[in-house]
């Protein structure tokens, strides 16, 4: 169990750079749209380094959490995680016009339900008078603000404060 480090699609760095091509989340960009790739297998796990050209052994590149846990549900608790740990994790149910987010503080107006998603808290801020939380978002940079978006904080918009993960690595492997 854990993870090596890694880089994109076609890199050479880390370990094991990421194996599949990136494919387009919801918008006409530059690469094929994610449903078109038809549904690549997941990835087999390899007990080495895929990357001939990295020099760290796999042994030592290889990082677990030492704890896992949820974060209370408050704004400040969620805030005080991310300055004393880094980035958290955050799970909220996305609805269609969410998909077609590009700029601003996204609040969810019209549209059905679309299902869950699984995304990265790395800060916060206020914009025109609104609090929001600032996301890193899994669907490359041709979605959203540069694969990044803002969601207003403080109202569990979409449910995105209900779900707050967070872990502490295992360091004895630096």
């Not at 690469?31 to 052994?57: E, V």
């Not at 979605?143 to 779900?163: A, L």
Request: with cysteine; proline share 6%.
């Amino acid at each position: 169990h854990g993870i090596v480090t890694g880089g994109d699609h076609g890199s050479h760095e880390g370990c094991q750079p990421y194996p599949l091509k990136p494919c387009e989340h919801h918008v006409n960009g530059s690469r094929i749209s994610c449903p078109d790739m038809g549904n690549p297998h997941t990835p087999d796990c390899f007990p080495y380094c895929t990357n001939r050209k990295y020099k760290k052994p796999f042994r030592k590149d290889h990082h677990k959490t030492k704890e896992s846990y949820q974060v209370e549900s408050i704004v400040e608790s969620i805030q005080q995680e991310i300055l004393n740990n880094g980035p958290v994790q955050a799970g909220f149910t996305v609805y269609e016009d969410f998909l077609s987010y590009k700029t601003g503080v996204y609040q969810h107006v019209t549209g059905d339900m679309e299902g869950g998603h699984a995304v990265k808290i790395i800060g916060w801020g206020v914009e025109n008078g609104t609090p929001y939380w600032l996301v890193s978002n899994s669907w490359n940079t041709d979605w959203g603000d540069h694969g990044f978006f803002k969601i207003r904080r403080g109202v569990d918009e979409c449910g995105f404060e209900s779900e707050i993960s967070a872990g502490i690595p295992d360091l004895s492997n630096i």
